[in-house]
């Protein structure tokens, strides 16, 4: 499974306020978005960011859903992060506003790397998507933003290596039975289905 990155939720902010303000372009190829402003090494990220958010198909061609984003704006963004991210929210109610530790749960298997930095541009571009859509506000972002993984070197997402034999996973503290719930079952997913 592949997840939206941003190394700059700034570049990510600007390319959705593009998207709402420019005309629908034909292809948004590097050399569109170097054209229109986002020359960082790091912008064509964006584009992979618009395919997985299905803004774009596989040659970067803008579909219905751009198209739409730039008449009903938050709306058609809600309703494709809410897609992308279907796992994060089938687990956590209020996924947004939940500790970097609790979402490293659910963004820790789909990233390749696995390293503690993809793993917090993962959260951020995450949080950015939801707060840009209007799912969460500011605020509460803001308030657990603050959190961060202790020990990453030797314990990712409570996931501790033992070497040869079992993975032991520590579920982080819930205050609802139904988080648990759907915790359990987002793991039964990824390990037996």
Excluded at 173 to 188: P, W
Aim: glycine residues 6%; positive net charge; contains cysteine.
């Amino acid at each position: 499974m592949t997840i939206p990155t941003a190394h700059s939720t700034d570049s990510l902010g600007r390319f959705l306020l593009h998207m709402q303000n420019a005309p629908v372009p034909t292809q948004v190829n590097r050399a569109y978005l170097k054209e229109v402003g986002f020359k960082s090494g790091n912008d064509p990220e964006l584009r992979h960011i618009g395919r997985l958010l299905g803004f774009l198909n596989d040659d970067d061609v803008p579909l219905d859903r751009w198209h739409r984003y730039k008449l009903e704006g938050k709306l058609v963004l809600k309703e494709a992060v809410l897609e992308t991210y279907r796992g994060v929210f089938e687990i956590f109610q209020n996924a947004p506003e939940r500790s970097e530790e609790e979402l490293m749960t659910w963004f820790r298997p789909p990233i390749i790397g696995e390293t503690r930095s993809a793993m917090e541009r993962a959260i951020r571009t995450f949080r950015k998507l939801c707060l840009e859509a209007g799912i969460v506000s500011e605020l509460a972002i803001k308030k657990t933003s603050g959190h961060v993984i202790k020990n990453a070197s030797s314990t990712l997402m409570g996931v501790a290596a033992t070497g040869p034999g079992p993975v032991i996973i520590q579920p982080p503290n819930f205050k609802d039975e139904a988080d648990y719930v759907r915790f359990f079952s987002a793991l039964k997913k990824v390990f037996y289905e």
